[in-house]
């Protein structure tokens, strides 16, 4: 099983960045997939989840800026990230069942 992160950055505040998480050997039609993030020095702290019906959940922090989406036929789910904050820097992880991706930075920074 792979999860392949991709889309992260430096971004200037208020900027907008997509990531992209794609699966091989593991189906994303029929599982929860998730992202989650770790600032440095802090833990990892989980910030969006995706049913396998499409339903979605954010953590309070990005609720109304972030949106979760998954495309089932490209096996990848993205997380859309707008009016990016300084506070958004971390490295972006993708969750499928027990399986991780390796992350993407993602930096706020003028």
């Known amino acids: 099983v792979q999860l392949v992160e991709s889309g992260g950055g430096l971004v200037q505040p208020g900027g907008s960045l997509r990531l992209s998480c794609a699966a091989s050997d593991f189906t994303v039609r029929t599982n929860f997939m998730s992202w989650y993030r770790q600032a440095p020095g802090k833990g990892r702290e989980w910030v969006a989840i995706s049913s396998s019906g499409g339903t979605t959940n954010y953590a309070d922090s990005v609720k109304g800026r972030f949106t979760m989406s998954r495309d089932n036929d490209k096996n990848t789910v993205y997380l859309q990230m707008n009016n990016l904050k300084p506070e958004d820097t971390a490295v972006y992880y993708c969750?499928?069942?027990?399986?991780w991706g390796q992350g993407t930075q993602v930096t706020v920074s003028s």
């Open positions: 969750k499928g069942f027990v399986f």
